[in-house]
């Protein structure tokens, strides 16, 4: 069957396919909420009916991308889709490489850390470990974060243009100027350091760093990043600074592995 371009869709889409439309909607709004959602709520959200939706949600839960709670009527996100996005070959190859080079940074240093990539106007926490001590403040896995809210999204966008970055700016409800131009002084100091040093914008106390991974053709591709914490029963431990070059060697070591470097040095 052939799907001919329509100019009625009224999302301005090339191509038309109603069904399929219908489950994205779906997916992308409960990707957007923390909580469950009821038929009505998602009916009223999406400015359908009862009977456009009610299909689309029990194809989605039979294919176990939604999980359905009888007792609160309410419909949740699986981790299938994350499952999907790691089983993507770049991915896998970058978790791959990443994995020994992480939880050896974390137990040097007594340190969480997680590895994001960018998605959307988001970070995306695609890798993370735990510090091996005690007390620790980490990212949850599979986190999504506002880009503007964090050192990891600098990174991730250094290499972009002005202009690039305001796209995604835009597309950012919490980008007020102020964050803007607080960001932008981020950005400018992963070019010059090849490392981003911020006090965290979410928790008082935690100081974020972040350094870039890079590919074979030298494009960022993710950001390794710590939420350093100052432990005050260990003396011996490391600094900030101490964390900080620690940091940017393992995201120089992840780089190499990933081929990057083989012809020019990689950022100092």
Known sequence: MTIKPTSKDPKGEKYS?????????ILELMASRGTGMKKTELANA????LGEIFRMLAVLTDRNYLAYDPASER????????????????VKRLNAVAGNVM??????LNQSVHLAIL???????????????????SVRLGARIPIIHT???AVLLAQDTRQRRKEIYARASEA?????????KLVAQVAKENYCDSPSQVIVGVHNIATPVFNYSGDTIAALTIPYVQRLTQAEAPDLQA??????EAGQTISRQLGAGASDELPE
């Open 17 to 25: 396919a109603p069904a399929l439309s219908k489950g994205l909607d």
């Open 46 to 49: 999406l400015d359908r009916s």
């Open 75 to 90: 419909y949740s996100l699986t981790q299938k889709m994350f499952e999907l996005a790691h089983r993507h070959p770049p």
């Open 103 to 108: 939880e050896k940074l974390s137990h040097d």
């Open 119 to 137: 998605h959307g106007a988001e970070i995306l926490v695609i890798a993370q470990m735990d510090a091996p001590g005690n007390n620790i403040t």
């Open 151 to 153: 050192a990891s999204g």
């Open 176 to 184: 007020t100027e102020d964050r803007i131009e607080f960001f932008e």
């Open 243 to 248: 964390c900080i070059q620690s940091l940017v």
